[in-house]
């Protein structure tokens, strides 16, 4: 079994865990470098973004994960997630820490603060063509997707999935429900399901 790993400070810890048994990997929380070693993929989860971030600065994961990218590592970004895989942040601290590691802009909480949630069923580009179900929990959406970032989601016109090569990142939270397309998605891309040879990793953000 491919063994998947989960940012596990803070946020939708178990309930991704139990989405990726669910699809046949092996799930491990991850919370120390050491812990990335034989990785196929890396989810980080919803939750406060600036917290995760400051916890994975602190405990060395930031730049451990950064490298273990590079190096050919997939990620999934869930809502918090998302924003810390994005090179430029918007709406919130500027210089928060980050990844940066899918040139786009993340607009965080643009959706409005006070609609703290919401759901909705939309197309999801590459898991069939039955409508997904979504639940927004003060979610960003994604903006000035930069070349090679491929919109796979829409909801109001706000782009809120994103995929660049084994990179991928969703405003929304699929951990939440019971269906487990988007993390198949995810688990054939950690496993090689569809390489993309051509992708251009950007420098480390500051
Ligand atoms: N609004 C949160 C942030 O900016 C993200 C919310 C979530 O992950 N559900 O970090």
């Known amino acids: 079994r491919p063994r998947v790993g989960v940012v596990a400070y803070q946020g939708a810890v178990p309930e991704h865990l139990r989405a990726l ?3 046949g990997a092996e799930a491990v929380p991850v919370r120390w470098p050491r812990e990335l070693e034989g990785l196929a993929g890396l989810i980080i989860p919803g939750g406060e973004s600036t917290t995760i971030g400051d916890a994975m600065k602190t405990w060395g994961l930031l730049d451990a994960v950064r490298e273990w ?10 809502c918090a997630g998302a924003i810390l895989l994005a090179t430029e942040i918007r709406g919130g601290k500027p210089d928060q820490p980050r990844l940066g590691l899918i040139p786009m802009a993340v607009q965080r909480n643009g959706f409005g603060r006070q609609i703290e949630s919401c759901e909705a069923d939309l197309e999801f580009k590459g898991i069939g063509p039955e409508p997904f179900h979504t639940v927004f929990i003060r979610a960003p959406y994604f903006e000035d997707l930069g070349p090679g970032v491929e919109p796979l989601a829409e909801l109001d016109g706000k782009v809120v999935a994103v995929r660049y090569g084994r990179f991928l990142a969703t405003a929304f939270h699929p951990e939440l429900t019971d269906d487990r397309r988007i993390h198949r998605f995810f688990l054939d891309l950690a496993t090689g399901g569809t390489p993309d040879p051509a992708q251009e990793v950007p420098a480390p953000h500051a």
Not at 69 to 78: E, L, R, S
């Open 21 to 23: 048994e669910a699809v």
């Open 69 to 78: 990218a590079q190096a050919g590592g997939a990620i999934y970004g869930t």
